[in-house]
């Protein structure tokens, strides 16, 4: 009868995989932050990008303003313009009653009965939104930016900022941050180099080391 050799692990054996798997966590685990970081603020940058062009395609379409405003709960029934949020926002048609000319015309300012056409929410991470006027972005029936909403406080925001906590440094050659700039004309563009960051972050007055 033969006799069954039983073998286990030696103990210098047991403390090489767990010195391998300690070396791999230790590499896996930031990158995959980074990941996360990177495609939270790539999606945030993006779908500002898609919601203006939906704005401004929009406002020519329906010959009325339409307004991109940052919310905080942009997924409820009813969003309302607000701050608070990390990269939520809405889009409506900015003409109350759908008679173009009332005061509350273009106000940036989701009022009874204006259509809501896209509630974006934010991308999750720890993105934080600076703009260099109120906390909207709207066009005119021309597909023009507005410069300002009539009745409103504050002029509308033309260039906006996304930060997370890897600030301004350099992440593959560019920013880890955002910049989304429109233009007079209307059109939006996200600019990425760390001198376009530093120069959004003065515009702003927005934080981003």
Partial sequence: MNERTQRGFTLWELLTTLLVA????????PNLMEFQRTNAMVS?????????????????????PVTLCGSADPLVPA????????????VFVDEN????????????????????????DDPGGTIDVFGDG???????????????APGHAQNATTTLLLCD???NRDAGGRSAARVVQVIPTGRAQI??????????VAITG???P
Wanted: charged share 15%.
């Fill in 134 to 148: 109120g906390q909207y972005m709207a066009y005119a029936p021309t597909g023009f930016a507005l410069t300002r």
């Fill in 191 to 200: 600019l990425r180099s760390q001198l376009d960051v530093a120069n959004a």
């Fill in 44 to 64: 945030a940058g993006n779908n500002v990008i898609s919601g203006l062009f939906l704005a401004r395609t929009e406002a020519v379409k329906r010959q009325a």
């Fill in 165 to 167: 906590e890897r600030g």
């Fill in 22 to 29: 300690g070396v791999l966590l230790g590499v896996g685990v």
């Fill in 97 to 120: 009653n759908g008679i173009l000319g009332e005061v509350t015309d273009g106000n940036a300012v989701v009022d009874p009965n204006e259509q809501v056409l896209l509630q974006v």
């Fill in 206 to 208: 927005g934080i981003c």
């Fill in 79 to 90: 969003p309302v313009c607000s701050l608070g949020g990390n990269g939520g926002f809405i």
